[in-house]
């Protein structure tokens, strides 16, 4: 059975550095892309960047590229999200997603995993 | 302001048909396959229809979706109270090199 289980909850202070993980099972975890996405609260669904775990080649939404560093670790099947410095503004659900095209148009995200809850507040 | 334009919010009464649409541009639902996904309230995201207008394994039939040109729509039909949930258009952009999202439909079952 395919799963992505990611890292529990977070309550961080602004400023503070923030490093979220999402670990696959159930399939070659290095032969797909791995996206994140955020959700604000109450709001929708917003791309930030995939990479490629075999070889961790990355992409990144122009709105979110330099605000995060997107990661991954083949050998123990882990994608991760981090931040150097949080905002109040990051306060989001994160979730990460297996991409299943077989060519980034054509777009496809099969399994996703349960969220991170960020919460960054003073 | 989301790439992707949906209608915020739709409605039915059990066992009617209803249908969520998506606009976009030239540049993503113009020339890349459309997919839909399903939140359910409190729980990730769940591909719901991918291609257009294919359905992954467990996926109900009632589920089924189209694209002309630069719009796309889902329809429901034999509306449950389980099918009361946010619903999102994607396409990959050419011009941004990414994913991009509609910004949802919040579907309420009468």
């Known amino acids: 059975e395919v799963q992505l289980v990611q890292s529990g909850a977070e309550v961080k202070k602004p400023g503070e550095s923030l490093k979220i993980s999402c670990q696959g099972s159930g399939y070659g975890f290095y032969g797909y892309w791995i996206a994140w996405v955020r959700q604000m609260p109450g709001k929708g669904l917003e791309w930030m960047g995939i990479?490629?775990?075999?070889?961790?080649?990355?992409r990144y939404s122009p709105s979110f590229q330099g605000q995060v560093t997107i990661s991954a670790d083949k050998s123990i099947n882990t994608a991760y999200l981090q931040w150097s410095s949080l905002k109040a503004s990051d306060t989001a659900i994160y979730y990460c997603a297996r991409f299943c095209g077989r060519t980034f148009g054509e777009l496809c995200f099969d399994f996703w995993g349960q969220g991170t809850l960020v919460t960054v507040s003073s | 302001q989301s790439v992707l334009t949906q209608p915020p919010s739709a409605s039915g009464t059990p066992g009617q048909r209803v249908t969520i649409s998506c606009s976009g541009t030239s540049s993503n639902i113009g020339s890349n396959p459309v997919n839909w996904y399903q939140q359910l309230p409190g729980t990730a995201p769940k591909l719901l229809i991918y291609?257009?207008?294919q359905r992954p394994s467990g996926v109900p039939d009632r589920f089924s979706g189209s694209k002309s040109g630069t719009s796309a729509s889902l329809a429901i039909s034999g509306l449950q109270s389980e099918d009361e949930a946010d619903y999102y258009c994607?396409?990959?952009?050419?011009?941004?090199?990414?994913?991009?999202f509609g910004g949802g439909t919040k579907l309420t079952v009468l």
């Open positions: 291609n257009n207008n």
């Open positions: 994607a396409a990959w952009d050419d011009s941004l090199s990414g994913p991009v």
């Open positions: 990479i490629y775990p075999d070889d961790s080649n990355t």
